[in-house]
Nanobody
Framework: QVRVVESGGGLVQAGGSLRLSCAASGTIFSAYTMAWYRQGPGKQRELVAAITSGRTINYADSVEGRFTISRDNVKKTVYLQMNSLKPEDTAVYYC?????????WGQGTQVTVSS
């Protein structure tokens, strides 16, 4: 069983920065993709950024150039550096680990950006 735990959310003013971390515990035998999703008030959950085991990266258009995803395979940890934050980035951010066709989710961490 894989356990996923996020940290690093909080309240920040527009233009500020936050760094989210997500650590996976448990044994993972296969290559796996690590990703960040978010769900804003009244919105559907959406992909923010993803990074494969080969370090291929995808970003949502809305965060391209402002957010940076990275991973440490030894620590089984993924990071999301968020710069130039906007009020519309306010959401619960969820970490996702995809191993083959199985998804593991964290409990989510709140990010609130004030104007």
């Amino acid at each position: 069983q894989v356990r996923v735990v996020e940290s690093g959310g909080g309240l920040v003013q527009a233009g500020g920065s936050l760094r989210l971390s997500c650590a996976a515990s448990g044994t993972i035998f296969s290559a796996y993709t690590m990703a960040w999703y978010r769900q804003g008030p009244g919105k559907q959950r959406e992909l923010v950024a993803a990074i494969t085991s080969g370090r291929t990266i995808n970003y949502a258009d809305s965060v391209e150039g402002r957010f940076t995803i990275s991973r440490d395979n030894v620590k089984k940890t993924v990071y999301l550096q968020m710069n130039s934050l906007k009020p519309e980035d306010t959401a619960v951010y969820y970490c996702n680990i995809r191993v083959v066709r199985t998804d593991y989710w964290g409990q989510g961490t709140q990010v609130t950006v004030s104007s």
